[in-house]
Each structure stands twice: as structure tokens, then as C-alpha cells.
């Protein structure tokens, strides 16, 4: 299985998305938990942008690899998005609740979901993994054409 779902873009299978989150996991600045995660978000430009945690002494500016690797994309201009890989751990993770209501603004996408180490990876969705999303407000196709003039 690939990490493609739709659009035209590069292949890329699964197992290389994990593989571009467990290299981001080798940065994540993690003190306080001891527990890196990496993330890889494959926007439908075919760009991958890695994220990994980042803690602070003040825990509520801590910063989590999903939402790192999502700054880091709508940064570059980024607004459309394919699937997020996450890896962290013995057992393969999921997104914490914040970070599935961030990603959930810009539409559903593949989540692939993966440990520090290992084969497995689990495949779902995230409208599966935050069902009812909060949203009074997704952009719409050709918005960021329009507003980048
Ligand atoms: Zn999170």
C-alpha cells in the first residue's frame, strides 16, 4: 500500500513516509517526557515536512511533532495535505486530541501510524480518529490561488 490517495504527486509508500517521521524523532528535543516522536506530513504538492516534539520547561509551550510538521508546511505555503506519518515509542502511537483538531481544518487525510522501530504500521484516517470535528471554517479549492494573487 502507498501513501497515496489522491492528486498528482510522486510516489511514495508508506513505509518511506514512516521513515521520514523516524528521521524527524532524532531531533526531538524532549527533556522533560524522555519521549521523541517524529512526524512526516505529505502535502498534495508531493513536499514532505518532518516535525518533532519540542518541550519547554513551561509545559504548555510545548509543541507536538503533528503540529510542528503542520507549521512547518502552511509555512512553505502549504494548504492541502495527503497523510501524516507518526512514530514514537514501543507500540505504534496516534495523534493526541489537539493535534487531530489542527490537522482537521485542511480536510481529511491517511495517518499512518508507526513505532520508534519495527514493521507495523497502522493505516487509518484522520475523520476516523476524530469523528465530529470542531469546524466553522475549511478553505476551499483555489482560496489560497486567489490569495496569493
Ligand atoms: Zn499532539
Known sequence: MD???RGNYRMLSDKELVEYARSAR???YCPYSGFAVGAALLA???RVYLGANS???SFGGTICAERAALAAALTAGERRFLALAVAAGDTPVAPCGICRQALAEFGDLT???AAA???E???TTLSALLP???LTYRPQDGEERRAHG
Open 121 to 123: 504500521i497502522l493505516r
Open 3 to 5: 501513501a497515496r490517495t
Open 111 to 113: 495517518v499512518l501510524r
Open 55 to 57: 518541550e519547554n520547561v
Open 117 to 119: 522501530q519495527g514493521e
Open 26 to 28: 532524532e531531533n526531538a
Open 44 to 46: 498534495e504538492s508531493g
Open 132 to 134: 465530529e470535528a470542531f
